[in-house]
């Protein structure tokens, strides 16, 4: 008759509330039978239904506390326990399992009513059987429901708070894992850049550098020199070797730049980050040039960066990203109109110089001799800019040749 999942200590104790109620009957019947009472009979019978009727109750799925099925099948034990009473002063005792199962099974503003009722019950039983009146004729059925009330409600507070803890064991297990997973994610990404970057500025930049002085010297040497067919394979070997780098590069670079240009994945950005509660969109301004892969992981980063502070902190309706292609720089702009930010709120907050966010946008432009600049105010929105130089001359990641 319990749904909610208790621990074995409260399994045990429903049990020996089964235990004690069944052994009362069974004490009640036998003391009627041994005295000789005069409806021995009808005490052996009376007790007899009445643990049927528990045990069917007990057995029965329907039977919940805060049911209908429940309150009946109480309402049907006390109506055999008054009887029972009336037969049988022995019977009193069985006030006391009546008033765990009054509390168990019904709403509080409906327990205790009840449990006063059976108390009184059980002493108005006591007088009418004509036993000596003593103090304890009164305390022992007030006691006995009081203890009753206390030990119920007490179990049911620590229950309640045994079932926040768990929620928030279970919550905090979820979320260290979720944190474990993002962490890996981000130190996979993390890595993967790193290589893209160091294989772009070593390897890939030295395997060019080969190959334009091997077309320099091959361009020097007479057709006829021994020596031309060995530079040219060199040279040729050197293109090979420097489209393979780039390969690497662009498998090693972040996924929404694999399958398209950085105008793409920020317009895809723009898209995902769309909410009911804010609308981002994104525009492009200038003539869109080839960009180095580190320079559109810090872009693109940038750009993730600045949408989760404005998705997590700014409570903004509209967001524009911007992308901007000038004669000697690129810069990448994120407005939102959300309340802003104070230099003080920000290093409290995080959202700002306090923050993770703002200092990992700034090393990323500084290591590609950038600038990014942040503009806030309460009220006003926030506006971050980056800035990052074109490099001269800038290599074409298809041939390996300078742009020139």
């Known amino acids: 008759m319990e749904t909610r999942v208790h621990p074995p200590v409260a399994a045990a104790l429903r049990l020996c509330l089964h235990a004690l109620l069944l052994g009362l009957l069974a004490l009640a019947a036998v003391q009627a039978v041994n005295d000789a009472a005069p409806h021995a009979g009808a005490v052996v019978a009376g007790a007899g239904v009445l643990a049927a009727v528990y045990a069917a109750g007990a057995l029965a799925p329907s039977v919940q506390p805060r049911t209908r099925a429940g309150a009946v099948w109480l309402a049907?034990?006390?109506?055999?326990?008054?009887?029972?009473?009336?037969?049988?002063?022995?019977?009193?005792?069985?006030?006391?399992?009546?008033?765990?199962l009054q509390l168990h099974l019904l709403p509080i503003r409906w327990s205790l009513p009840a449990v006063v009722m059976t108390a009184a019950a059980a002493i108005i039983s006591f007088l009418l059987h004509g036993e000596t009146v003593t103090p304890g004729t009164f305390i022992g059925p007030l006691l006995g429901a009081a203890v009753a009330v206390a030990?119920?409600?007490?179990?049911?507070?620590l229950f309640r708070e045994s079932e926040r803890r768990r929620e928030l064991i279970e919550e905090l297990v979820s979320t260290r894992a979720?944190?474990?997973?993002?962490?890996?994610?981000?130190?996979?990404?993390?890595?993967?850049?790193?290589?893209?970057?160091?294989?772009?500025?070593?390897?890939?930049?030295?395997?060019?550098?080969?190959?334009?002085?091997?077309?320099?010297?091959?361009?020097?040497?007479?057709?006829?020199?021994?020596?031309?067919?060995?530079?040219?394979?060199?040279?040729?070997?050197?293109q090979d070797n420097l489209a393979e780098a780039r390969r690497f590069v662009r498998a090693l670079t972040p996924p929404d730049l694999e399958n398209g240009s950085l105008?793409?994945?920020?317009?895809?950005?723009?898209?995902?980050?769309?909410?009911?509660?804010?609308?981002?969109?994104f525009a492009v301004s200038g003539t869109p040039v080839e960009l180095p892969t580190p320079y559109e992981v810090a872009l693109?980063?940038?750009?993730?960066?600045?949408?989760?502070?404005?998705?997590?902190?700014?409570?903004?309706?509209?967001a524009e990203i911007t992308l901007s292609f000038m004669d000697t720089s690129v810069a990448l702009d994120v407005v939102d109109d959300g309340h802003g930010f104070t230099d003080d709120s920000a290093a409290s907050t995080g959202t700002g110089t306090g923050g993770f966010g703002l200092p990992a946008m700034r090393s990323r432009a500084r290591s590609l001799g950038g600038t990014l600049s942040v503009e806030s105010a309460p009220g006003q929105g926030t506006a971050v800019a980056l800035t990052l130089p074109l490099p001269l001359p800038l290599p074409d990641r298809r041939t390996g040749q300078d742009a020139a």
Request: aromatic share 6%; charged share 20%; no cysteine.
């Open 300 to 318: 693109l980063r940038t750009a993730q960066s600045a949408l989760a502070n404005t998705l997590q902190h700014a409570d903004a309706r509209r």
């Open 151 to 157: 030990t119920v409600l007490g179990y049911d507070a």
């Open 178 to 238: 979720e944190l474990a997973e993002a962490e890996r994610t981000a130190g996979t990404l993390a890595e993967r850049e790193r290589l893209a970057r160091e294989i772009h500025d070593t390897l890939a930049q030295g395997l060019s550098s080969i190959q334009l002085l091997l077309r320099a010297a091959e361009r020097t040497l007479p057709s006829d020199a021994p020596a031309a067919g060995h530079v040219r394979r060199a040279r040729e070997a050197a």
């Open 76 to 100: 049907v034990l006390w109506v055999l326990w008054l009887v029972l009473l009336v037969l049988s002063p022995d019977a009193l005792w069985l006030a006391f399992p009546l008033y765990f």
């Open 263 to 281: 105008a793409a994945a920020l317009e895809r950005l723009s898209a995902r980050t769309t909410t009911p509660g804010l609308t981002v969109q």
